[in-house]
């Protein structure tokens, strides 16, 4: 197991850093008092959740229990293969404008200024700094930055895990509701004017021979190809473990089963996951 502990200053995207995390398979918890955190460990081995990567939140908010923190840290490491400290911060200026602009107070600012607020939390915060294995300045970075520079570091995953769902469909029923994107295939020949072929589907290989027949079948083929070998992995690295492709024809039993065989075989020869689902095709109901 692995143990991240996220720490900084307020203001400097711990919350930000918390989703990109999530989106990349940690499990995180946020303000958990540090003396909790072996007891969450220890309730994890007991119960045997397949949960390898735990991300802790950990700041002053806990209050007199954040002395507690570096003790706790110490009990943890005699239960877990790695754990690291990543702490966050920002220039002042910076902090500030960010409390302007969300126009809520900074937490540790109640009796003075924000800027009194910040001097109080980097003075209590000085040794789990000096401490730290990642100390990331967000000063310049807007949250998409963090948001890639946190998954950079902590993304160890084959992003070739992703899930391709390749889904046919007819037109006339409707295009698919969970369909991260969809392709019209309308335009391309329709078997179903063919009677020897009007009630076989896109799984016979002479129905493919059809459809595949013309030269702008094949370009849109080809187009569909190197569009999906471009965005896959920009998917994945952006935290997606599942993207849904929609093919539709317009009955959805030929033309759009042809391209989602063919675009299975091709996505699994590039090591991806894949399977193909066809809502609209006879036999599948």
Do not use: W
Request: with cysteine; net charge negative.
């Amino acid at each position: 197991m692995k143990v991240l502990i996220v720490t900084g200053l307020s203001g400097a995207g711990k919350s930000s850093v918390v989703k990109a995390l999530e989106d990349i398979g940690f499990y995180t918890i946020d303000n958990l008092p540090p003396n909790l955190m072996v007891d969450f460990i220890r309730l994890i081995q007991h119960t045997g959740q397949a949960i390898h990567e735990v991300a802790f939140v950990i700041d002053l908010r806990s209050g007199k229990l954040f002395d507690e923190l570096d003790k706790s840290i110490q009990a943890v490491r005699k239960k877990v293969d790695n754990i690291e400290i990543l702490f966050l911060e920002a220039s002042d200026t910076v902090i500030l404008q960010r409390y302007k602009e969300s126009r809520r107070s900074h937490p540790h600012s109640e009796d003075g200024t924000i800027f009194d607020g910040i001097a109080l939390e980097k003075e209590k915060l000085r040794g789990i700094r000096e401490k730290a294995d990642y100390l990331v300045d967000t000063s310049q970075m807007n949250i998409h930055q963090l948001r890639e520079r946190i998954i950079l570091t902590f993304d160890t995953k084959d992003h070739t895990e992703i899930e391709v769902v390749l889904q046919s469909f007819g037109y006339k029923k409707g295009i698919p509701m969970d369909a991260d994107m969809v392709f019209d295939l309308r335009f391309l020949p329709n078997p179903f004017y063919d009677e020897t072929l009007r009630d076989l589907t896109g799984l016979d290989q002479r129905i493919r021979d059809f459809v595949m027949g013309e030269e702008k079948s094949q370009k849109m083929l080809q187009k569909i190809e190197e569009m999906l070998d471009f965005l896959i992995p920009h998917f994945a690295k952006e935290g997606k473990s599942r993207t849904v492709i929609g093919l539709g024809c317009t009955g959805g039993q030929h033309r759009s089963v042809t391209f989602v065989v063919l675009l299975k075989e091709f996505l699994a020869q590039k090591g991806y996951k894949v399977s193909g689902i066809h809502r609209d095709m006879k036999g599948t109901q």
